[in-house]
């Protein structure tokens, strides 16, 4: 269940970055765009990392050996870095849109792991 979630996310934030792209390059809110897309890369980032460690986690519980963490600080790192990034290129005034692009990766895997989870209990 959580593979099909991560590829079909993946799927789907290749369209969602295309979009932040075209709206960067053709409308006059190019810094909304590239605030909510670099937010919704680095949430793109976190939701594999944590993705990996669960597999690596559910992994580790069939073997029945010491499962690892979920790997806060990574995910942490990664914020802070994209914020960074963000303040540095001088659009530290559209803040929200890049705080907007972080949690949209999050609702979206939320939304994917909900869809494939009422898909299986269906079966």
């Known amino acids: 269940m959580i593979s099909m979630s991560l590829q079909t996310f993946k799927v ?3 369209y969602i970055l295309a979009l932040m792209l075209l709206g960067w390059a053709f409308t006059p809110f190019s810094p ?3 605030g909510i897309g670099l937010g919704f890369l680095v949430s793109t980032y976190c939701v594999w990392i944590l993705g990996r460690r669960i597999e690596k986690i559910g992994e580790s519980i069939v073997k029945k050996s010491k499962s690892p963490t979920l790997g806060m600080i990574n ?4 914020a802070i870095l994209g914020a960074i990034i963000m ?7 559209v803040m ?4 907007v692009g972080i949690m949209g990766g999050y609702i979206l895997i939320v939304i994917n792991l909900a869809y494939y989870s009422m898909k299986d209990t269906k079966k």
């Open 75 to 78: 995910r942490f790192a990664a």
């Open 87 to 93: 303040y540095e290129i001088e659009h530290h005034m």
């Open 12 to 14: 789907q934030t290749y």
């Open 96 to 99: 929200w849109a890049f705080a």
């Open 32 to 34: 909304h765009f590239l």
